[in-house]
């Protein structure tokens, strides 16, 4: 039983180069979310989506864009990084809910922009 | 709008004795109330919920949690920490009226078990 998968694990990128992280999930969930988690600031939403061909920004979405062609993929795309975005991403996915479901999260995406 | 302050960056603890991770939330409309774990370079994993059936929430490991409304508390306690309990823990809220989970994340605290 996978659940959330993230894809690659660690990566370090040099300022202006483009990456793409891929989350999957075998759940069938509706709901995905990207999120970014720096020290002392909990995590923090980038985009998310409530189902397949669609997505909404976070509370962080500024240099990043997403996609969820499928409904198990959403991936998280970084068009010319910055060392600002060194940070741990997490995905997540859930099932429609009133606020009271549990999300379930990937492993963390360590990225690192020198 | 929603948020959540978890009072202590860093808790402290021997193995054996009482755990307490304090938290505070403010909320608009009923909120949901979660405690998520994070071991060193692992992914998030939810310890216990509160929905409004409840106060007392028990989880998983021994943890467990009360929902204060008047003090508009939710503090994670466990009688005896073990070793295995080192970790970040994350207090979230969500508003439990809104078609969309939005989770709204504390800054963690640190739980540090000594042998």
């Known amino acids: 039983n996978a659940g959330v998968t993230q894809t690659p694990k660690f990566r370090v990128l040099k300022t202006g180069q483009s990456m793409t992280l891929l989350c999957a999930q075998d759940?069938?969930?509706?709901?995905m979310y990207w999120y970014r988690q720096d020290p002392g600031m909990g995590l923090r939403l980038i985009h998310y989506?409530?189902?397949?061909?669609?997505?909404a920004k976070g509370e962080v979405p500024d240099g990043y864009n997403v996609s969820r062609l499928k409904k198990q993929n959403f991936l998280l795309g970084l068009e010319s990084a910055a060392p600002s975005q060194t940070s741990v991403y997490f995905c997540?996915?859930?099932?429609?809910?009133?606020?009271?479901?549990?999300?379930?999260f990937g492993q963390g995406t360590r990225l690192t922009v020198v | 709008a929603q948020s959540v302050t978890q009072l202590d960056s860093h808790v402290s603890v021997s193995e054996g004795t009482p755990v307490l991770l304090r938290c505070n939330y403010s909320?608009?409309?009923?909120?949901?109330l979660f405690w998520y774990v994070q071991h060193p370079n692992k992914g998030l994993q939810l310890l216990l919920k509160?929905?409004?059936?409840?106060?007392l929430v028990k989880g998983i490991n021994g943890f467990e949690a009360e929902f204060k409304k008047s003090e508009t508390s939710f503090h994670l306690t466990k009688p005896s920490a073990h070793m295995s309990d080192a970790a970040e823990y994350f207090c979230?809220?969500?508003?439990?009226?809104?078609?969309?989970?939005?989770?709204?994340f504390g800054t963690g605290t640190r739980l540090l078990v000594s042998p």
């Open positions: 997540a996915s859930s099932t429609p809910g009133r606020g009271n479901t549990e999300a379930f």
């Open positions: 759940m069938n969930h509706e709901y």
């Open positions: 989506s409530v189902g397949e061909g669609t997505t």
């Open positions: 909320s608009s409309y009923s909120p949901s």
């Open positions: 509160y929905t409004s059936a409840a106060t």
């Open positions: 979230v809220v969500s508003p439990m009226n809104t078609g969309f989970q939005k989770l709204v």
